[in-house]
């Protein structure tokens, strides 16, 4: 949990030092990589790219951090894509020089800044080398490039743990880069006038290396597919070609892209019509005999998983909860004199409890609400879903923390009423959300959950789960929480997918529902009224939350997910307004 704590705090500070140095207050990271409100920031230079989070180098990641705001700030986008060319190994190369361009812009007195931005370079340098990537021909050469050029540029040494190893080629491209090379240090300040040089630097080298790389391919594979193989396997050891995230996903990513009918029509998320929308409470839906089945079938779950729930309340109230004044505590051996007391320092000098101490409890001025997907998909997971919602509302509840239990679904498959009336007017062109939409209640904010645990057991309540229509349901609990008085809100949204309505979809495009639930998700981030948190059964929610955690629901959810659920709710509390 202290890690989890640790590498949020480390983040925290990372973004906080990027917004300063370029101004850009959209800035974030998240899981150790920059984006821009929900868009990564593509940075290719091999030394900025892969995590390093789990390290005890922090100068390396704060480097990398330095290294990036540097970029933004002093390298014109828009003229390096115009400039930059098309094969990939020289556009790497050439993004790969103007990144080191833009680390010798340091401005005056930022002298830890350039220490972190060498540190980083360094500590690549030595992984390279560790990693056994010098130890083929074309990681040689990339390897020696790299050092020639961040050596040139900043003027120092290149790294003596791989100076006699780099020493001959570095010899061998010197007549032929030299002048390139002397033209991008004498040009580091006019990035148009740089890239010039930098180009002929990239298109020498990619044309090295496609020699090198037919070479070795003709010598080590016999088949074309052979050949392809060996050639993809050269080229992404060193650069990643192949993965431009730099990293390979342990969990699907949700599927995400923009609205064509959006554009095309050229107006904002919108409804055909709210006429058979509804706002339910599924328990008043169920026979009081199977609601208390439902509601026996949930504590068997949790009954078999041993949750030690007064624990978790401790947990999440260390995590939640902030110091509170609770006036003063006297006759203290130590704080501040107590005035009432100075004729008792008189007559019993020997007498030390005349102090007083400013008293602190825990205050929990919180309230979480938990908004659950009830789409198709969600129904072969509600069991474990039901176990950590009841289990979290519970040890909430004993931490002080008001929350609520909410869902959304829809009222019908494949747009209902909704899809008959747009029928019936002829189909107009991109008729927007094309559904019935339902929202449900299974705890109030104000109910404790001994009152409520009945109306959570209605989770099993299997045709409850059809369609989704995220953005307007994440709206939706916004608004309800804003309306709290609790000085810290939280919306947990729990899904295994995108929003999908198949009417919806089938009248605009695919990605009408996903482009609308990342603009309502950004807009209350940027409100900051409400934080939103994205919690990804089995998936990555990172394409549409800022804030995002995933877990594994294969079987019910124990102590030691309930301990990491706790410490990212705690690692959230330094962010809120």
């Excluded at 004199?337 to 102090?355: C, K, N, T, W, Y």
């Excluded at 189909?427 to 094309?434: I, N, T």
Aim: hydrophobic share 40%.
């Amino acid at each position: 949990m202290n890690g989890l704590r640790e590498l949020a705090r480390r983040d925290a500070l990372c973004a906080a030092t990027v917004r300063a140095l370029t101004g850009d207050e959209a800035l974030h990271y998240r899981g150790g990589r920059l984006y821009r409100h929900l868009r990564p920031v593509p940075f290719y230079a091999p030394h900025l790219r892969g995590e390093r989070r789990d390290e005890e180098d922090v100068d390396s990641t704060r480097g990398a951090a330095d290294a990036s705001a540097l970029r933004i700030a002093y390298s014109d986008a828009a003229l390096h894509r115009h400039m930059t060319p098309d094969e990939p190994v020289e556009r790497m190369v050439f993004d790969m020089l103007e990144q080191l361009r833009c680390e010798t812009r340091v401005p005056v007195g930022m002298e830890g800044v350039r220490r972190n931005v060498r540190h980083r370079f360094d500590a690549w340098s030595l992984a390279c080398y560790e990693a056994g990537l010098l130890d083929s021909d074309i990681g040689l050469l990339m390897y020696t490039v790299a050092q020639m050029a961040e050596s040139r540029l900043s003027g120092r040494a290149v790294l003596e743990a791989t100076e006699g190893l780099i020493e001959a080629t570095r010899a061998a491209l010197a007549p032929s880069l030299g002048h390139a090379l002397a033209g991008m240090r004498r040009h580091c300040a006019d990035q148009r006038a740089y890239a010039v040089h930098a180009l002929d630097v990239a298109l020498k080298i990619g044309e090295m290396v496609r020699d090198v790389r037919h070479a070795f391919v003709e010598n080590n594979a016999s088949s074309d597919d052979e050949k392809e193989e060996a050639a993809r396997t050269m080229l992404g050891a060193w650069f990643d070609i192949d993965d431009e995230e730099g990293s390979v996903e342990r969990l699907a990513l949700a599927a995400s892209g923009e609205s064509t009918a959006r554009e095309a029509s050229g107006e904002n998320y919108r409804v055909f019509t709210t006429r058979h929308d509804k706002t339910i409470r599924p328990a008043a839906l169920i026979r009081p005999a199977l609601l208390r089945e439902y509601r026996e079938r949930l504590d068997d779950l949790i009954a078999a998983r041993h949750i030690n729930v007064p624990r978790l309340a401790r947990m999440l109230q260390a995590a939640i909860t902030v110091p509170h004044r609770d006036g003063w505590s006297f006759g203290e051996e130590e704080g501040r004199i107590d005035g009432r007391r100075l004729a008792q320092v008189v007559a019993s000098p020997d007498e030390r409890r005349v102090f007083r101490r400013e008293r602190e409890r825990p205050h929990a001025d919180c309230a979480v609400s938990f908004l659950i997907d009830c789409s198709g998909s969600m129904k072969a997971s509600i069991g474990p879903v039901a176990v950590m919602i009841d289990v979290l509302v519970r040890a909430l509840g004993m931490a002080g923390v008001a929350t609520e239990v909410l869902g959304f679904t829809t009222g019908a498959w494949n747009g209902g009423r909704a899809k008959l009336d747009w029928l019936a007017k002829g189909r107009p062109k991109y008729p927007g959300r094309l559904n019935e939409a339902c929202n449900m209640i299974f705890k109030e904010g104000d109910a404790s959950w001994r009152a409520a645990r009945g109306d959570i057991a209605a989770l099993f309540k299997a045709d409850l789960f059809r369609e989704g229509v995220d953005g307007e349901a994440v709206d939706w609990a916004c608004s309800r929480l804003a309306a709290r008085a609790q000085a810290r809100r939280i919306v947990v949204v729990i899904s295994d997918g995108s929003p999908m309505d198949s009417a919806t979809a089938q009248a605009n495009d695919p990605n009408y529902l996903d482009q609308h639930l990342r603009e309502v998700v950004a807009k209350h981030e940027a409100a900051r009224m409400v934080e939103v948190l994205g919690l990804g059964v089995g998936l990555d929610l990172s394409p549409y939350y800022r804030h995002h955690f995933a877990v594994d629901l294969s079987s019910a959810p124990d102590m030691t997910l309930f301990a990491k659920l706790a410490a990212w709710l705690g690692a959230r509390r330094r962010h809120s307004t």
